[in-house]
């Protein structure tokens, strides 16, 4: 035969098919004999057909495949083969058929359909052409049906949300088609639709009818279609005509400053006239000055706000309304983030010597503050490595006993997760004396009820600083009555004193170093008791003995009884137990958990009225079979070898630091971690441990503050693999994070070495100046013997100011 491999494969096809209309066909089957064959929707499938070759003996043969289509049942042929010639694909049928390799477990004349289709249901027959050879009684090929089924899809659907009026008929219309044929199912608000007099589902369930509509026909309602291969389903919400309804509702946001945001809000109504207006904070967004130039009402009622400022975070409330019913309403959450900034920077600060004394940086920043780097005198300030200058949480400088050299020029550069928008500027802080009290108050004033008291409080101010004003308030907060207090000066007079006078005077004087207090007790007889003191407890597994000493009873003639307040710690909710018998100093308060922490107060009352509370006590029960033990006085370092070894159940414990990190920043690496989620309030400081090999040791110097949740390294050797942790300790035990990997990058090795140079020629230096300084000790010791006074009352200031807890260290 003359036909080249090169022909183009209409022409080769076109010969094919004249072959074979002149060449017999030896494989037929009859239709009884065919194979059936069901196939998903877009899936693949094989028709297997085998070839016989006469007598067993390979010739070349021609395959084609046919499908019946029409009524008629004419013969399509959808696949030519012959070797060496290009195939023939009918149409519709391009890239989607393929012969089976002859290699495969399937026939030579076997086919491959894929990407299956509805239309390719039908009859399919496989015949084999034997060429230049006469018929035989061999049967090549096969009849094939091919079912094709498809899962559920809607071809018509109700509308999503249909407004109607009381008494309207309505058809909610649900069409489906796949194979085999869906059923169609109903439901209103999650149940089966029931069929009533007025409610009915007809055409093979594809329409449910509402002819009266009522109050209990509104609802969401679902037609499910489903068949073998799967369902779907579609909800219509039925809604009486009237109000507006939001369709789709804004959503919470976060955008960084200077993005532009958009709210949605869009609804629908009956009639159709909306109106939307939007609120910020409950404020109509027109009458915000600050979003004045930059925000607009979009006629789909979108707000758009371009650019977002810092300022811009809060809530936002849209409120749609057609003059019918009332308005409804949806809001979102705008949260505005933002490098950390200063917002003002005061050109002097003033610090008390010899007092403890804060440098405020005033930042602002979203995502929360992560550090705040320092400078004094244009030289970076290291507080982590001094011990009396620490970074609080706010980024400010807390200087724990103020001297001279800590007078200077300084500036704050604040961090978060966006970065920073630069320094604050140069603070000038000046050291100085704070003020004294030339004339205190006494330690106790005891009057009777009608009677008047004068209280007496002066105070002077330090060379160099501004005289200190004096007022007078009380420790609790109530307000001092004006109608019966007259102030001259630093003293004060109470007129016509009555029960609900006693309580804690404080005698505050203020100016811009600091501000000193001092303490004063007003006793009112024949007044409600003071608060008990000295409380104390045992514990066991379930109960705790509380024991306290009776405060002032309020005169004489007076009788205390008690009450036990108590509660598990952490939980708002007290539990009271009143002390029997009368007047006793004791309790044991029983059915508590074992292993639990406690907190109690003791309120007293008397025949006037109830008293004030006892400090507050935290008292742990004893897990169960533990022994009572008696908890250190103050916490000690944590060693090393109980740090690996260390048996559980110690004592009570917090939960674990979390989220521990290793950060390489501009001036070193900065170890970060979160409180521990569980028993916070039992960490009483924190130690950071670290290793290179198998054994652990402590990078920090000091013990850090629960407060502090960061420390800054400067002298990590790089090129080595640091692994750290960081240990939550209590009274009586501790509780570690997790492990954290950390390899320092090799660039920053020479920084450990110029470290080691510098510190080297520092220690010599430090030895000449301690030589000069040891010579002129003995000239200070006379001056130190006329300042021994005065550090004795700076001393007890420090302490007042330790005991109130809303004492400021300075004046802002």
Known sequence: MGWRAEQTPHIAAGLLLLLLAKLPVTCHQDHQDAVHITAILGESVVFNCQVDFPEDIPVPYVLQWEKKVGETGQDIPIYIWYESYPTHSGEGYEGRVSRVAPDSPYGAASLNLTNIRESDQGWYECKVVFLNRSPNQHKNGTWFHLDVHAPPRFSITPEEIIYVNLGDAIILNCQAEG?????????????????SGTVGIFNDGTELRISNIRHEDIGDYTCIARNGEGQVSHTARVIIAGGA????????????????????????????????????????????????????????????????????????????????????????????????????????????????????????????????????????????????????????????????????????????????????????VLVRKPPVFTVEPEPLYQRKVGESVEMHCEAQEAEGTQRPSVVWRRRDGLPLQKSRVRALGGNVTIDTLRRQDFGIYQCVASNEVATIVADTQLVIEGTQPHAPYNVSGTATEFQVTLRWQPGYAGGPDYKQDYTIWYREAGFSEWTKVPVTPSGATSVTINRLQPGTTYEFQVNSKNTIGEGMMSKAITIRTLDVGAKPKAAPTAPGPVDEKVFQN????????????????????????????????????????????????????????????????????KNLVGGRTYYFRVLANSATSYESSDEVKFPVPARVKHKAITAGVVGGILFFIVAIILSVCAVKICNKRKRRKQEKAYNMVAARLTDLRAADSTQVPFKK
């Open 179 to 195: 194979t085999p044929t869906p059923e169609i199912l109903w439901y209103k608000d999650a149940n089966p639709v029931e069929p």
């Open 245 to 428: 309804v939001i369709t789709m509702p804004p959503t919470n946001q976060t955008k960084l400053e200077g993005e532009k945001v958009q709210f949605s809000c869009e609804a629908k109504a009956l009639p159709g006239n909306v109106t939307v207006k939007w609120f910020r904070e409950g404020a109509p967004v027109a009458e915000v000055a600050a979003l004045e130039t930059r925000v607009t009402i979009r006629r789909d009622g979108a707000l758009v706000i371009n650019p977002v400022a810092a300022d811009d975070s809060g809530q936002y409330l849209c409120e749609v309304s057609n003059g019918i019913g009332d308005p409804q309403s949806a809001s979102a959450y705008l949260n505005v983030e933002y490098p950390a900034k200063v917002t003002f920077t005061p050109t002097v600060q003033y610090l008390p010597f010899r007092l403890a004394g804060v440098v405020q940086c005033y930042i602002k920043a979203n995502p929360p503050l992560q550090y705040v780097t320092w400078t004094k005198d244009k030289r970076l300030l290291e507080p982590y490595q001094t011990k009396d200058i620490v970074i609080m949480n706010n980024g400010s400088l807390l200087f724990t006993r103020v001297n001279q050299n800590h007078q200077g020029r300084y500036t704050c550069t604040p961090y978060n997760a966006q970065g920073t928008q630069g320094s604050s500027g140069p603070m000038e």
């Open 646 to 713: 260390a048996p559980e159940g110690s004592g009570p414990k917090s939960g674990p630091p979390r989220n521990l990190t290793v950060t390489e920043v501009h001036n070193g690496f900065l170890i970060t971690w979160q409180a521990p989620l569980e028993r916070a309030q039992l960490v009483q400081y924190y130690t950071i441990k670290y290793r290179t090999d198998a054994q652990w040791k402590t990078l920090n110097r000091g013990q850090i503050r629960p407060e502090e949740t960061s420390y800054l390294v």
